[in-house]
């Protein structure tokens, strides 16, 4: 890890880490980009928002507006404001991926 000290007018050091010590935390990328099918190319039925059903709708109108699938290893769940982040695994786990939006 190396750090920057940007002189000290806002005394802030920021520890920038370099991405081979990154690739212990995340997945293959490849197969993760291959997963993100255009909507034109998969059935509405297949896609796990619409499996997840009343848990997508109930989380929707308590104001989630955006999901984003994250290339990493381990589950990963967490709420930014209107936006749910998790991992690819658990968006393709429905009962993960359900559990997710109940907990938003």
Do not use: C, K
């Not at 880490?17 to 993760?32: I, K």
């Not at 109930?58 to 967490?78: D, K, M, Q, Y």
Request: charged fraction near 25%; proline fraction near 6%; aromatic fraction near 8%.
């Amino acid at each position: 890890m190396d750090a920057y000290d940007n002189g000290g007018e806002t005394g802030v050091t920021v520890a920038l880490v370099r991405e081979t010590r990154l690739d212990s935390a995340y997945a293959p990328v490849e197969p993760w980009l291959n997963s993100l099918v255009p909507a034109q190319q998969q059935a509405l039925a297949e896609e796990p928002e619409y499996r997840a059903g009343r848990a997508a709708v109930a989380a929707w109108e308590r104001g989630l507006r955006t999901i984003v699938s994250l290339p990493v290893r381990e589950p990963f769940t967490r709420v930014a404001g209107s936006v749910l982040l998790v991992s690819a695994s658990v968006r393709t786990d429905d009962a993960a991926f359900r559990a997710a939006l109940e907990a938003y």
